[in-house]
């Protein structure tokens, strides 16, 4: 089994910066073989949307969103992905979730964004 546990959460104004963290534990057999770790958020009253993603082989991808503002990274030492979030509007307000899957889905618990000034 995999736990993943969000942190990095927080009040930012408009324009400013916030780096998320996923900290996996658990199986590292199943940490190090997640075919992908995925960022996903959902803002109130909306469904979730995903964000960005990772594969194993450190292909990255974005939402057009975000495509531009956000990084995804993932540090294999730590046991940790990261999502590095700049340039922060009001719509980027959400619960953000980490998503690991090697064939089951795991989440976090999530962790809350607001921006505003």
């Known amino acids: 089994q995999v736990q993943l546990v969000e942190s990095g959460g927080g009040v930012v104004q408009p324009g400013g910066s916030l780096r998320l963290s996923c900290a996996a534990s658990g199986s590292i057999v199943r940490i190090n073989g997640m075919s992908w770790y995925r960022w996903y958020r959902q803002a109130p009253g909306k469904q979730r949307e995903w964000v960005a993603g990772i594969t194993r082989g450190g292909y990255t991808n974005y939402a057009d969103s975000v495509k531009g503002r956000f990084i995804i990274s993932r540090d294999k030492a730590k046991n940790t992905v990261y999502l590095q979030m700049n340039s922060l509007k009001p719509e980027d307000t959400a619960v953000y979730y980490c998503?690991?899957?090697?064939?089951?889905?795991?989440w976090g618990s999530g962790t809350l964004v607001t921006v505003s000034s």
């Open positions: 998503n690991g899957y090697d064939g089951v889905d795991y």
